[in-house]
């Protein structure tokens, strides 16, 4: 085997030009426009302001060298222990409890830094901010983190299997290096939290499942852009498997009425929105294995004083999200101790909820009832709304009294709205103490739980109570402690008042459309049900329209999609982006209706006038990410069924162009089919199925619901076909360019041949094969002037093998690189097709071979592109088949083949 020069030699011949339609011509060039620009849109346009500030930090890693683990091949990892070297922690030892860190692919076990340094801060600010006493009954956190070597989890399944097994080891270490002393009885652990990032959180709820876990060593997971219901990346049949068996084993084993391995664990997915290009936000969804009793999904967008996206690795730092969230672990581990999984969710819900919603657990009243309000500064209001704002209404400090409103006047619930902080305007429900001077409030309890945080310049403070939540109070009261200027309006409301519901046409959604609400109170509520389209981003306008000057506030946004899980908040009133997630492809089995809802506080005095209008551009990026891995079984489909019909030729003679071969496809009923087959598929979903079911028949093709959605199947079809016209240019350039012309011949003698067969037999797994076999393909050299046609659509099919293959292929060279060698069990099969496949034409079929290779070719196109989306790794096994196929077609001139076409005859 000979390498070229760069440029052809004088001996090259340049093969004579293929005539190719000048539509499909056109539809290359689209194709390629389409797909710059949809990257483009993808990486760089119509994403949430960038929010996240910094965290800084003075760290320090210490190695745990007493704990190696006994198995040679799970050596590769490390336990540490991190400590910030601010000047306050002293010594290597664990000193208070224990917090465990898992990173996520190719992540650093220093990626904890962040999370170590607020948690040191916190503890001293806490410390430094309470008396002796209290100060002995704060404890600190130890933080563990793993060094996974910086491991490629996202693309091998044994790769997640072999963490999860070092780090149940590390937990027993750790937890038994809290051993009681004198003079420290408490400082027994049992069991531990856990923070990971990205696929460490599938490392984390793979531990449950492993022969040695202890039960109950972890009672709190918390995971931090982690694709939960699927791989990011299925280009491996083996992590897809342990997908569908961990989440199998967690969806069954948290409804058994008896206690299990996950009876005690709380999870909760905190995914960081479309900042995120690395991981959907949509797989971090938990609704289908976890139920609302142990465990959420949020969204940073809705977290309440975060309120910004966070990509894939700002997450880690955003120092908004990891002070919230090392607030709600020091309320988990109060003193040490870990309250029940009732308890916890209830913690972690109001640090990380955003209280806002239909189904929002808010809790009860206070349960401390207070009768020393300043009734000698009441001043009773007529009516059931109170309104005050600047700094001359309202005279610190004051008792506002407001009687309940009778049932007569329909009145059902009670919603404020404030700028002023909670400690210096309270709000309280009371009963009536009645004397013969008047009436005063009694037995009053305040309503902390059921206020909620909005993004504001000053931060505002919003509650929305039902009435029926307040049986047997008559009065509310608003101690006003101190006023620094702002306003509050509080008022009594009927709920049907609130809610709007507007019906957009298709037309009106696919380009822009103006509505103006007629706002009766503070908070209305607006639903879009026709809105459910999350493939498209929109650019969304709102303006106040007074009669009285100016507003009292500026209007305030909320938007969410239930029933998923997703909430933001839209702040720019000149022009916001509005878009959300919901793919069917992970969500279809999640029951309850969707559509778009928007809450908006106002002025209750003036209307909202908001106009939507289409981001086109914006949306184009949304048919990167949320289609990627189908465009690549798009492609692969397209390359099979061109291959196979150069294959299935009826003649001897020069093979036809892989270029003529798949623009004579028939295209037309090949989309009529796609479209068909979305409209069944979308009939299927809608019948209320198992989960089981609904999940698989969502993973289909493109895994779209609704009827007129089902022609993205066709478009993408269609430019498919451009793009791998564009391929095929590429690599025949290429090609050239090595001297290689179109010729692209794999060349061996007998030394070839057999040091190939050692090399992927014995030396290297069947994905670094693949790889050594294209670099054969692209730099040999062939001396013979004829052209041979079938070498280029093998080429090709060997190009769209890399992206199964690379990650493989980096994986083996690291671990070879460290003396760990390993190889695969499918080496002889893959390396002698790709090699026997790329050394000659195949013949002429007869007759009844060449139908069974016709229809053998149309099944494995059809199986890739139907299986692709959720189960990419189909497209490397379909290749192989094609090649098992050609191989025995190869043999065709062989005494057994002739003897089995005659019988057939």
């Known amino acids: 085997m000979s390498f070229p020069p760069l440029l052809p030699t004088a001996n090259t011949h340049m093969p004579r030009p293929i005539g190719i339609p000048a539509r499909f011509i056109l539809l290359a060039a689209f194709s390629l426009a389409l797909l710059l620009l949809s990257l483009d849109s993808y990486f760089n346009r119509s994403q949430d302001a960038k929010g996240c500030h910094m965290t800084y930090m003075h760290p320090d890693y210490v190695r745990v060298d007493s704990f190696v683990h006994t198995i040679p091949r799970l050596r590769k990892y490390a336990l540490y222990l991190y400590k910030e070297r601010d000047g306050r922690n002293i010594g290597d030892k664990p000193v208070g409890i224990p917090l465990l860190f898992i990173p996520g692919n190719a992540g650093s076990y220093k990626q904890a830094r962040s999370l170590g340094s607020i948690l040191s801060d916190h503890y001293w600010d806490l410390k430094n901010g309470l008396g002796w006493d209290e100060k002995q009954r704060v404890v600190?956190?130890?933080?563990?983190t793993i060094d996974t070597n910086e491991e490629l989890a996202a693309f091998q399944g044994h790769l997640v299997q072999d963490q999860a097994e070092y780090v149940n080891e590390a937990i027993k270490y750790i937890l038994s290096s809290y051993s009681s002393q004198p003079g420290q009885p408490n400082r027994q652990r049992t069991s531990l939290a856990i923070v990971a990032h990205s696929m460490g959180g599938i490392v984390a709820r793979t531990l449950s499942t492993l022969t040695n876990y202890t039960p109950e060593s972890v009672h709190t997971i918390i995971t931090l852009a982690t694709p939960h219901l699927s791989p990011p990346a299925?280009?491996?049949?083996?992590?897809?498997?342990?997908?569908?068996r961990i989440n199998q084993f967690w969806r069954t084993e948290l409804v058994r009425p008896n206690e299990t391995l996950l009876s005690n664990i709380v999870l909760v997915s905190i995914a960081g929105g479309n900042q995120d290009t690395m991981i959907s936000s949509d797989a971090a969804e938990t609704g289908l294995m976890v139920p609302p009793s142990h465990g959420f999904t949020v969204y940073s967008t809705g977290i309440p004083f975060v309120w910004t996206a966070a990509d894939h690795k700002a997450i880690l730092w955003c120092n908004q999200l990891v002070k919230v969230l090392v607030?709600?672990?020091f309320a988990i581990e109060k003193g040490g101790r870990v309250g029940g999984v009732e308890e916890r969710m209830s913690i972690l819900g109001r640090a990380l909820k955003s209280g806002i919603g239909e189904h929002t657990v808010r809790g009860p009243l206070d349960d401390s009832p207070r009768s020393n309000l300043p009734v000698h500064l009441l001043k009773p209001i007529q009516g059931y709304n109170l309104t005050l704002s600047g700094t001359s209404e309202a005279v610190s400090p004051r008792l506002y009294i407001l009687n309940m409103p009778p049932p007569s006047t329909k009145l059902d619930t009670f919603t404020f709205i404030t700028s002023a902080q909670p400690t210096d305007v309270e709000v309280f429900f009371c009963q009536k103490k009645r004397d013969e001077s008047g009436s005063y409030p009694k037995a009053c309890r305040k309503i902390s739980n059921w206020v909620v945080p909005l993004p504001g310049e000053p931060v505002l403070y919003h509650a929305f109570i039902p009435l029926k939540q307040l049986e047997g109070m008559e009065l509310m009261a608003v101690n006003v402690r101190s006023w620094q200027g702002g306003f509050f309006s509080g008022e009594m409301v009927n709920e049907a008042d609130t809610r709007f519901s507007k019906e957009v046409s298709i037309t009106d959604k696919l380009t822009?459309?103006?509505?103006t609400l007629p706002v009766k109170t503070t908070l209305s509520r607006l639903r879009i049900?026709?809105?459910?389209?999350?493939?498209?981003?929109?650019?969304?306008?709102?303006?106040s329209a007074c009669l009285d000057g100016p507003p009292l506030f500026s209007p305030v946004i909320h938007q969410s999609f239930p029933p998923f899980s997703e909430e933001k908040f839209l702040r720019n009133s000149a022009g916001d982006l509005l878009s959300f997630y919901g793919d069917p492809q992970y969500t279809a089995a999640v029951p309850g209706p969707t559509g778009l809802e928007l809450r908006l506080w106002s002025d209750g005095s003036c209307k909202i006038h908001i106009r939507m209008s289409v981001d086109w551009r914006g949306s184009m990026g949304r048919m990167v990410g949320r289609y990627m891995m189908n465009w690549m079984t798009f492609l692969v489909g397209l390359a099979i069924a061109g291959s196979g019909k150069i294959w299935a030729r009826s003649t001897n003679g020069p093979n036809p162009s892989f270029l003529a071969a798949v623009t004579s496809l028939p295209?037309?009923?090949?989309?009529?089919?796609?479209?068909?087959?979305?409209v069944f598929q979308t009939l299927l979903v809608s019948l209320p199925l198992p989960v089981p079911v609904a999940t698989h028949l969502s993973g289909l093709l493109l895994?779209?619901?609704?009827?007129w959605r089902a022609t993205l199947a066709p478009a993408v079809y269609v430019v498919s076909i451009g793009l791998i016209i564009v391929i095929y240019g590429i690599l025949v350039a290429v090609g050239y360019l090595l001297g290689a012309g179109l010729r692209l011949h794999i060349t061996f003698g007998p030394t070839g041949y057999l040091t190939s067969f050692v090399l992927g037999c014995c030396l290297v797994p069947h994905h670094v094969f693949c790889t050594f076999a294209l670099l054969v393909a692209l730099l040999s050299r062939s001396n013979q002037k004829t052209i041979s046609q079938s070498h280029l659509p093998v080429t090709l099919l060997l190009l769209l093998l890399q992206p199964y293959s690379i990650p493989a292929v980096v994986i083996w060279a690291r671990d070879a690189w460290e003396g760990r060698v390993w190889t695969g069990n499918l080496n002889p099969i893959v390396g002698l097709l790709v090699l026997w496949v790329g050394v000659e034409d195949v013949s002429a079929l007869p007759e009844g071979l060449r139908n069974v290779t016709t229809c053998g070719i149309w099944i494995m196109s059809g199986f890739v592109i139907l299986y692709g989306s959720k189960h990419t790794y189909v497209g490397f096994w379909a290749i192989c088949?094609?090649?098992l196929w050609a191989f025995l077609l190869k043999q065709q001139s062989t005494g057994w083949v002739k003897r089995w076409v005659k019988k057939e005859r």
């Open 140 to 144: 600190p956190f130890d933080l563990f």
């Open 234 to 244: 299925p280009l491996e049949w083996t992590l897809t498997k342990l997908y569908r």
């Open 327 to 329: 607030g709600a672990l």
């Open 512 to 515: 822009s459309f103006e509505m």
């Open 529 to 543: 049900p026709s809105m459910a389209n999350s493939l498209l981003k929109y650019h969304i306008q709102w303006r």
């Open 667 to 678: 295209h037309l009923p090949i989309s009529v089919i796609l479209y068909l087959f979305g």
């Open 703 to 707: 895994g779209n619901r609704g009827i």
């Open 881 to 883: 088949a094609l090649f």
